[in-house]
């Protein structure tokens, strides 16, 4: 858990640790799997699911261009990154929403 929280906090240093475990909690088994801990920003249907999954179902918004854009946002800002840790770039997602308390 402290692992995620580190990473989060390279780009939000105010960031919550029990929003980050919430996360972690929602994510599951799929962190357990290297290729299905990372996000790629290349790969469109990986981004679709964030869209999907993330963006739409768990954070509600009914948006789909503007969760693109959230998303595209999240990939610029992630973009030294040459592995994308998906905890970091859900709660990523999810501040540039303004979702954080929802979770």
């Known amino acids: 858990m ?5 990473d989060v906090q390279r780009y939000d240093a105010g960031a919550d640790a029990d929003v980050v475990a919430k996360i972690v909690k929602h994510l599951g088994i799929a962190l357990q799997s290297k290729d299905a801990s990372l996000v790629s920003c290349s790969d469109k249907s990986e981004l679709d699911r964030v869209r999907e999954k993330w963006c739409m179902k768990k954070l509600g918004h009914t948006d789909e261009a503007k969760c ?11 973009s030294g990154d040459r592995n994308k840790q998906r905890v970091t770039f859900y709660y990523l997602v999810a501040h540039k929403t303004g979702q954080l308390g929802e979770l």
């Open 2 to 6: 402290s692992d995620y929280l580190a």
């Open 68 to 78: 693109d854009e959230v998303i595209a946002s999240v990939c610029e800002t992630m």
